[in-house]
């Protein structure tokens, strides 16, 4: 197993002179305090090729405080970029070879956890985003790559610390375990990290903060609906939902909450009854800002069924309403691509960069333009 690892290091080394070399390259750029698309890529990147690597020895000083704390003696230490072990040798009792074999994993989860208090406090937002992403990458590493990597290869630490011959060692740990994950669940979805990845960009950023004081100020339906497709808008579905909760609680009989359910089911993946809906709800007297976002609605729901021609008709009776909705347009492009009419992609595509508001929205577009370069 150790030389199938070492094996996948030489791989792994040669795609970090890859990440290496755009690193140098694009410098420039990546420093600024303009936060692009390709810089987000390019940190999580530096996260996983550079510092991880980076953690391995401290988990792997870990096993040694725990093999010393044990009267144990390190006979042999290997940092293997990637990856590593010790050697040892001493007298380990059953739940000592547990504590030796959990200490590693302890020291990793804590250098992610530290970082937690510091990285919405530095200015330079490339920084902070690199130190966000590692705690991200680090804790899913810790609390589900490697335990279920080490079950899957029966090679690694999990092994012995999932052995439930070892009570209750093995049965705290599992719950402990979850309980973890639940909290990092909640932590990702709080609204201040929420709100601080919203803030990459000073016109989205803007933008919320506009949404939010008119909250503050009146906090009527159409205030929440704002924030709640704010959220869906860039990707923040669960904060956008876990408000939506509130608001169709609240609201429960508004016509609007009707839309908002959709959008839902379709967050939800509940794709048939998204198209469903819609449909009856285009029967109604709605204003045609709102007809626009079911036609996005049905357009998204019936490409995930793949019923591409539909698609592209309500994709269609949408812009016939709103000729310039940025959404319709970029939606059009992914079904034809879906269907191989990659000249009608680019003539999509470059429509929808005309009527792109967004910085973040151009660059999208502008990268997959070069495809079809």
């Given at each position: 197993m150790k030389y199938i690892v070492d094996i996948s290091n030489i791989l792994l080394l040669i795609y970090c002179a890859k990440v290496l070399?755009?690193?140098?390259?694009?410098?420039?750029?990546?420093?600024?305090?303009?936060?692009?698309?390709?810089?987000?890529?390019?940190?999580?990147?530096?996260?996983?090729?550079?510092?991880l690597p980076l953690s391995v020895p401290i988990h792997e000083f870990g096993h040694c405080l725990a093999v010393w704390h044990f009267g144990g003696i390190v006979t042999d230490f290997q940092w293997r970029f990637f990856w590593g072990y010790i050697k040892k040798i001493g007298i380990f009792y059953q739940t000592d070879q547990w504590w030796v074999s959990l200490f590693g994993n302890l020291l990793s989860f804590f250098t992610a956890i530290i970082c937690i208090p510091f990285f919405q406090r530095i200015r330079k937002r490339i920084i902070a985003e690199i130190i966000y992403f590692y705690i991200y990458i680090q804790l899913i590493f810790v609390l589900i790559v490697y335990p279920i990597s080490s079950i899957l290869l029966q090679f690694g630490d999990w092994?012995?610390?999932?052995?439930?011959?070892?009570?209750?060692?093995?049965?705290?740990?599992?719950?402990?375990?979850?309980?973890?994950?639940?909290?990092?669940?909640?932590?990702?979805?709080?609204?201040?990290?929420?709100?601080?990845?919203?803030?990459?960009?000073?016109?989205?950023?803007?933008?919320?903060?506009?949404?939010?004081?008119?909250?503050?100020d009146s906090g009527d339906i159409e205030n929440h609906l704002n924030l709640i497709y704010f959220y869906f808008s860039y990707d923040e579905h669960r904060a956008a939902k876990r408000h939506a909760r509130k608001v169709c609680h609240t609201w429960n009989k508004d016509k609007r909450i009707e839309i908002l359910k959709v959008i839902?089911?379709?967050?939800?993946?509940?794709?048939?009854?998204?198209?469903?809906?819609?449909?009856?709800?285009?029967?109604?007297?709605?204003?045609?800002?709102?007809?626009v976002t079911l036609y996005r609605v049905l357009s998204l729901s019936m490409s995930e069924l793949e019923q591409y021609s539909n698609a592209l008709t309500c994709i269609d009776r949408g812009?016939?309403?709103?000729?310039?909705?940025?959404?319709?347009?970029?939606?059009?492009?992914?079904?034809?691509?879906?269907?191989?009419?990659?000249?009608?992609?680019?003539?999509?595509?470059?429509?929808?960069?005309?009527?792109?508001?967004?910085?973040r929205d151009k660059e999208m577009i502008d990268q997959w333009l070069k495809k079809y370069e």
């Open positions: 070399k755009e690193l140098i390259e694009q410098r420039k750029e990546f420093c600024d305090d303009k936060i692009t698309y390709n810089d987000l890529k390019l940190a999580k990147q530096v996260v996983i090729f550079f510092l092994l012995i610390i999932y052995n439930f011959e070892i009570q209750p060692h093995a049965s705290l740990i599992v719950i402990a375990q979850i309980i973890l994950l639940i909290c990092f669940w909640c932590f990702d979805s709080s609204r201040w990290v929420v709100n601080w990845r919203l803030s990459r960009e000073s016109h989205i950023k803007t933008g919320l903060e506009k949404i939010i004081r008119k909250l503050e839902i089911k379709y967050h939800n993946k509940k794709y048939k009854k998204a198209i469903k809906d819609c449909w009856s709800l285009l029967e109604k007297n709605y204003v045609d800002k709102d007809k812009l016939e309403i709103d000729p310039n909705d940025f959404k319709l347009r970029y939606y059009r492009a992914f079904v034809l691509e879906d269907i191989g009419e990659f000249e009608a992609v680019k003539e999509s595509l470059i429509f929808a960069r005309e009527v792109a508001q967004s910085d």
